[in-house]
């Protein structure tokens, strides 16, 4: 448990930074011994980042998702964040479009604005009488933060820190089962209306990673029972299994990010332990640029 809480209070910055505070904000300090009335609320998700319009005599590359297409944890995200290195194996050739924001959920993505400005974006292009500029590929990435508001809730308070005291707790499988029972229909919904916009366009679907395989382990089974499952459980599918079987209902090209961080939180996660660094993002683009060029995409 000593070891639970510390790994805990290393992380609390990190889960306040990935769930929407400023970058430029000074992380509170919080101790070990801090008492679940005094660990900070999960606050509303920052409004969008304005994006500069990108060249209308370009196709374009779309990417949505949350802090992972933002770029969080890159040394600089304009170069080595997964969104940057896809844009430079498209080529200079396209335009970029990245409507990523921090600490967004699969709601926040389907409700809360990029998405219509998505839509918006491929629907001008489609109607501007310019060929050649319209939406060429779209990437999605988006649920890490439906997960995240669990550990904030309910793991870092201590009402569920460990998987085999979850799965005694009526509250913490039903928070559990809440969270993946409402992200399938926000995805699902996500795809419908990007298919609807952009009919024949390549929509490439990854699923969530880990970042805590490889670390403590109390914290690492956590993280797998919400994103893979396990068949001994009340929840034989997590939100990866989610991902994949609308992915395939969609028709949509999968991108397999899990087993790339299996047991390498060393390796390829940044200071704030959730966040991909540079090695992460690379990883993470190689797989997704693969994915690409296997559906025929023209790479530098």
Not at 129 to 140: D, F, H, M
Not at 164 to 193: F, G, I, K, M, W
Request: with cysteine; net charge negative.
């Amino acid at each position: 448990m000593r070891l639970l809480i510390a790994t805990i209070a290393l992380l609390l910055p990190a889960l306040a930074a990935a769930c929407g505070s400023s970058g430029g904000d000074e992380a509170p300090n919080f101790s070990a011994t801090a008492s679940p009335a005094s660990l900070p609320a999960h606050t509303a998700s920052p409004a969008p980042t304005p994006v500069p319009s990108p060249s209308d005599d370009a196709p374009l590359y779309l990417a949505l998702g949350d802090s992972l297409s933002y770029g969080n944890g890159a040394s600089d995200r304009s170069l080595t964040s997964f969104v940057a290195l896809v844009a430079q194996a498209l080529g200079p050739g396209y335009g970029l479009l990245n409507l990523g924001v921090p600490g967004h959920t699969s709601d926040d993505l389907l409700n809360g604005g990029p998405l219509d400005n998505a839509i918006a974006e491929i629907q001008r292009r489609a109607d501007d009488g310019s060929p050649g500029n319209e939406v060429a590929v779209i990437t999605l990435e988006i649920g890490g933060n439906d997960l995240l508001n669990l550990y904030f809730n309910l793991v870092i308070p201590g009402t569920c820190p460990s998987v085999t005291e979850s799965l005694q707790r009526p509250q913490c499988v039903q928070a559990l089962q809440d969270a993946l029972n409402n992200y399938q229909p926000h995805l699902q919904r996500t795809l419908q209306r990007l298919q609807e916009a952009a009919p024949g366009v390549p929509l490439f679907l990854m699923t969530v990673y880990n970042p805590f395989s490889g670390g403590a382990n109390v914290i690492d089974e956590l993280g797998e029972l919400s994103l893979e499952g396990n068949p001994d459980s009340p929840f034989p599918e997590g939100l990866n299994d989610i991902i994949r079987r609308e992915a395939a209902a969609a028709g949509v090209p999968l991108v397999e990010w899990h087993p790339l961080f299996a047991g390498k939180q060393s390796q390829y996660i940044a200071g704030d332990f959730i966040h991909p660094n540079d090695a992460g993002y690379r990883a993470m683009a190689d797989a997704l640029t693969a994915a690409m060029a296997q559906a025929g995409l023209p790479l530098r």
